[in-house]
């Protein structure tokens, strides 16, 4: 006889991703000649529900190495970074729930992708790329059957005698 129940349990209700892109620019002590390297670090973010939609504040460091005075030094410029996206995500099942979690994932770090020399300024282009998940709980519905499954295999724990002295007369006990 087959019944039903309920479960509830924590499902993803909702799931996403989306690449970000910033230009922001720096202007150095120093007028750059030429930019050496660009280097992305201490990247936090958090999510946060905001009505229907998801908003991600995060920042991060931006480290700039470049060449100055007709190329014969090098300086490095430090720039840290803010930001503020608001996402859609579509639900995968029209639910009302109130006590839902926000997880977000970095699943590209924020890179420079475009570093140039602009009017003495240093314009560079960040691209981010973050993977959204709204959690929640739900219910499932499964079947069960209230018969128990027969008993069909019988275990034997006699052990045959002829395996037995095998097993003493292969046994070294000088080993050690």
């Known amino acids: 006889m087959a019944s039903t129940r309920e479960i509830v349990t924590k499902a993803v209700l909702g799931k996403g991703k989306r ?10 002590d120093i007028t750059p000649s030429t930019i050496l390297g660009c280097w992305v670090i201490n990247h936090t973010f958090r999510g946060n529900k905001n009505s229907d939609r998801i908003e991600i504040v995060g920042s991060y460091d931006v480290n700039i190495w470049y060449s100055c005075e007709d190329d014969t ?4 410029v430090r720039d840290s970074n ?3 996206e608001v996402v859609n995500i579509k639900r995968k099942e029209d639910t009302d729930v109130t006590n839902e ?19 003495g300024k240093i314009v560079y282009t960040i691209e981010k790329e973050l993977g959204i998940e709204l959690v929640g709980d739900t219910k499932v519905k499964i079947s069960y059957d209230e018969e128990e499954d027969p008993w069909d295999d019988l ?5 045959d005698e002829n395996i037995e002295r095998q097993i003493d007369s292969e046994v070294n006990e000088d080993y050690l």
Request: aromatic residues 4%; proline residues 5%; contains cysteine.
């Open 19 to 28: 690449t970000f892109t910033t230009t922001n620019s720096v202007t150095p």
């Open 73 to 76: 030094k090098t300086e490095v």
């Open 82 to 84: 803010s930001y503020r």
């Open 101 to 119: 979690e926000i997880i977000v994932r970095s699943l590209k770090q924020p890179s420079c992708v475009k570093a140039e020399i602009v009017d």
């Open 155 to 159: 275990i034997d724990d006699n052990m």
